[in-house]
């Protein structure tokens, strides 16, 4: 089982659930994955690590979560992220089309039989990111589509969706 951060920063969400599993002794079979474009993220996310008893479980990777091409396709049981609320990466059309890249290279990523994604998403940027699932809706499906919610300065809000059964996003 992996489950996947492709925009891990300083990999928080990626230590608390490893943090959750090995309390509930879920995590002998899981393998975390953090990956970030970032370098300084990445050293920051090492030195959070340190402060789990989990840093066996917990791979970092810089890489681009728009091209994860060193994963296999159907590789990742789940992806559990929150992707650019706007504010530094882009705005509009630009941050559209970061959501629809990144939402088409995790759904080819994604394991076809029971892959889920899980993306936390400032309500700002919401319609962003259901027109981005909407572009791969043949291959993801949304279950559960949050009420929002305030997180620090932020309304909130956390789309998940699931992988169509037996579905491929290659060679269609």
Known sequence: TLILDPLC???TYLVEFATA???????????????DESETQLQDAAVNLEATACTDRITLKKGDARNLHWLDDGSVTAI?????????FGRG???R?????????????L??????LALLVDVDHEKDALLAFHSVSEHLRIVIH???????????????AER????TTTGE
Do not use: H
């Open 111 to 116: 394991n076809p039989n029971d892959g889920r």
């Open 97 to 109: 089309a970061l959501y629809r890249e990144y939402i088409q290279e995790w759904a080819r990523v």
């Open 9 to 11: 920063g300083k990999a």
């Open 21 to 35: 599993a090995a309390m509930r002794l879920m995590a002998r079979n899981i393998s975390f994955l953090g990956v």
């Open 164 to 167: 169509v059964k037996n579905r």
């Open 93 to 95: 059309a630009d941050l």
């Open 80 to 88: 559990l992220t929150c992707p650019p609320f706007g504010r530094q």
């Open 146 to 160: 949050r009420e929002p919610f305030r997180l620090g300065q932020l309304q909130a809000t956390v789309i998940v």
